[in-house]
C-alpha cells in the first residue's frame, strides 16, 4: 500500500535553533499533503495544508513564519520549524493524498517528536 | 463548528471481550466519517469509512455504522485480540475543504491475554 516516509522520527534541538522535517510519499505522487501537530492527550490538529507548486494555506492561529511548509515536489514537503522554543515542543505528523476525490484515503507519516530545550 | 467527540481512554480489556469506542460529531451539511488506528510504533491507518447516513464501514472484523440522527459513528468489534491494541482515531472530513480530517482526541485500547 501507498507510504509516507517521514524524517527524522525524534529530534532534539535548542532553543532558537530551526528544525527541518521532512515527508516523502515513496509509491505514489502526492497532490496535497496536511501538517499536523498533536500534544499529550489531544486530537490531531491541523497546522496547514499545502498543494504541490504553490504556497501553503495555514489553519487560523498558526504562524506561517514560524512554521514554514515547502512543497517543492509531488513526493516531498519539508516542514521547518524556524527559531523553536520549548513551547514548540510536540509530535508533528504528515499527511498525504495521492488522489483528487476528496474522501480518498489520506496516508500518514510516522510522526516526529520534537523537543525543545 | 465541525468537531469530534470520542470517549476517553484507556479502555482494557480481555482478549474475545465485545469493544464498542463512542464517537459522535457535530458538523455542517453532510461530512464523510471515519475511524483511523495508530498501532504501537506506527503512523496513523484508516481502519474503515462510510460516506453517508446509515452506511457501514467494516474492516478487521470492526464496524461502525453512521447515524445521522444521533450524529454518532461509533466503533465495534464483537471479540478483540491483543493485537488490536492501539489507539483509535474518529474523524471527518470537513466539507468545503481540501479533504483535510478533524479528529477526535483518540482512545488507547489495551487487550490483555
Known amino acids: 500500500g501507498a507510504v509516507v516516509s517521514q524524517h527524522p522520527s525524534r529530534v532534539i534541538c535548542k532553543s532558537g535553533t530551526s528544525v527541518k522535517i521532512e515527508c516523502r510519499s515513496l509509491?505514489?505522487?502526492?497532490?496535497?499533503m496536511f501538517w499536523y501537530r498533536q500534544f499529550p492527550k489531544q486530537s490531531l490538529m491541523l497546522m496547514a495544508t499545502?498543494?504541490?507548486?504553490?504556497?501553503?494555506?495555514?489553519e487560523q492561529g498558526v504562524e506561517k513564519d514560524k512554521f514554514l511548509i515547502n512543497h517543492a515536489s509531488l513526493t516531498l514537503s519539508t516542514l521547518t520549524v524556524t527559531s523553536a522554543h520549548p513551547e514548540d515542543s510536540s509530535f508533528y505528523i504528515c499527511?498525504?493524498?495521492?488522489?483528487?476525490?476528496?474522501?480518498?484515503?489520506?496516508?500518514f507519516g510516522n510522526g516526529t517528536r520534537l523537543t525543545v530545550t | 463548528g465541525n468537531s469530534v467527540t470520542q470517549m476517553e481512554g484507556p479502555v482494557t480489556l480481555s482478549e474475545e471481550a465485545f469493544l464498542t469506542i463512542n464517537c459522535t460529531y457535530t458538523?455542517?451539511?453532510?461530512?464523510?466519517l471515519f475511524w483511523y488506528v495508530q498501532y504501537p510504533g506506527e503512523g496513523l491507518q484508516l481502519l474503515l469509512k462510510?460516506?453517508?447516513?446509515?452506511d457501514k464501514g467494516s474492516n478487521k472484523g470492526f464496524e461502525a455504522t453512521y447515524r445521522k440522527e444521533t450524529t454518532s459513528f461509533h466503533l465495534e468489534k464483537g471479540s478483540v485480540q491483543v493485537s488490536d491494541s492501539a489507539v483509535y482515531f474518529c474523524?471527518?472530513?470537513?466539507?468545503?475543504?481540501?479533504?483535510?480530517?478533524?479528529f477526535g482526541k483518540g482512545t488507547k485500547l489495551s487487550v490483555k491475554p
Open positions: 499527511s498525504a493524498r495521492g488522489g483528487t476525490v476528496l474522501d480518498s484515503p489520506l496516508h
Open positions: 509509491d505514489f505522487q502526492a497532490t496535497t
Open positions: 499545502s498543494n504541490e507548486g504553490s504556497k501553503a494555506t495555514y
Open positions: 458538523a455542517t451539511g453532510y461530512p464523510s
Open positions: 462510510a460516506t453517508k447516513a446509515d
Open positions: 474523524a471527518l472530513t470537513r466539507r468545503g475543504s481540501q479533504g483535510n480530517l478533524i
